[in-house]
């Protein structure tokens, strides 16, 4: 599948975080009260960085369809491709350095850091602070060769007719499923308020690590991890169609965990060294030393 795209399709963006800052564009404040006040963030006028988001989510959206999933499931969640300690995994990860973020020039773990960080510092539950460290783990989807669009960006179901509150929704009209009578109504191969777990969403590095950390932690920990980019459900409220109680339930650790991913980027290292035997600590309590990719 990777060798029928150029490797312009693959890379549209200059980075992969390109897609969190355009987030920061359009969802500016938190749903919580501890809102980041808009003008603090950049906002992207300039016509490169509109543009290059604008064909990172044409490529997204033409092909992540319900058939694309399920190859992309049955290529990766068999943790086939790399057996690595969890810390050389952090330090895999810490390869993709975002060189392009104008709001904080740290690499990979110091963004996690900072996440988990702030979780930390507001008294959560340490599973909760684990699922700040590792939210992104799955990003290491790049480094398999992955296309960015197929790693990151906004999340939606597949096998369903997209809804018009996912970003630049013009895009479908060429997706083949849009034009397919089995996934392009309401409903599609779903039943009403079927509930989450029988929905297939697109593919990227929620649902890689969500599959990946499924024995492992707790419930609502595993909804922050698959749903943290399923933005037009949690911010837009899109497909409550789909949901059930029990996800209603769920999604209120998603709303919480949110503003932590998007809001809490400060220009500051934080001091990893200092920090590591915490961490340490808190990996061997829930994960395995050695992970599965």
């Given at each position: ?6 490797d ?5 963006l ?9 987030l920061?564009?359009r969802?500016?404040?938190?749903k919580s009260?501890?809102a ?5 963030y950049?906002?992207?006028h ?6 290059t988001?604008r064909?990172?989510y044409?490529?997204n959206h033409q ?6 999933v ?7 969640l068999k943790?086939e ?6 810390w050389?995994a952090?330090d ?6 975002d060189?392009?973020d104008p709001?904080?020039?740290?690499d ?10 702030a ?10 602070v ?8 799955g ?5 398999f ?6 790693v990151?960006g906004d ?9 018009e509150?996912?970003v630049?929704?013009e895009?479908f009209?060429?997706?083949?499923d849009?034009?397919?009578?089995r996934?392009?109504?309401k409903?599609g191969?779903?039943?009403p308020?079927?509930g989450l ?10 649902e890689?690590?969500?599959q990946?950390m ?9 909804y ?8 037009a ?11 059930n109680?029990?996800d209603?339930e769920?999604?209120?650790w998603?709303?919480k965990f949110?503003?932590y991913?998007?809001y ?14 915490y961490?340490?600590n808190l990996?061997?309590?829930y994960?395995?030393s050695v992970?599965?990719f």
């Amino acid at each position: 599948m990777k060798s029928k795209f150029t490797d312009k399709e693959v890379n549209p963006l200059e980075s992969i975080e390109d897609w969190e800052n355009d987030l920061l564009t359009r969802y500016p404040e938190p749903k919580s009260e501890q809102a980041k006040a808009k003008e603090d963030y950049r906002n992207y006028h300039d016509s490169e960085r509109v543009d290059t988001v604008r064909e990172f989510y044409r490529l997204n959206h033409q092909y992540q369809t319900y058939d694309f999933v399920r190859q992309k499931e049955a290529e990766f969640l068999k943790f086939e491709k790399k057996e690595i300690p969890f810390w050389e995994a952090i330090d895999y990860l810490n390869t993709l350095v975002d060189d392009s973020d104008p709001d904080i020039n740290l690499d990979q773990l110091q963004h996690l850091l900072q996440t988990s960080e702030a979780i930390r510092a507001d008294g959560h539950p340490d599973w909760f602070v684990l699922t700040g460290f590792i939210h992104d783990l799955g990003k290491v989807l790049c480094l398999f060769g992955e296309p960015q669009w197929a790693v990151v960006g906004d999340t939606f179901p597949v096998g369903c007719k997209h809804a018009e509150e996912i970003v630049y929704p013009e895009f479908f009209e060429n997706n083949p499923d849009s034009k397919d009578e089995r996934y392009n109504t309401k409903y599609g191969i779903y039943a009403p308020n079927c509930g989450l777990d029988k929905v297939k969403m697109s593919w990227g590095h929620d649902e890689y690590l969500y599959q990946m950390m499924k024995d492992y932690l707790p419930e609502p920990a595993l909804y922050m991890i698959r749903y943290h980019s399923f933005y037009a459900q949690h911010r837009e409220g899109a497909y409550e169609h789909l949901m059930n109680d029990h996800d209603r339930e769920m999604f209120k650790w998603v709303e919480k965990f949110n503003p932590y991913d998007l809001y809490s980027k400060v220009p500051v290292a934080p001091d990893s060294k200092t920090l590591r035997p915490y961490y340490e600590n808190l990996v061997s309590k829930y994960l395995p030393s050695v992970m599965a990719f």
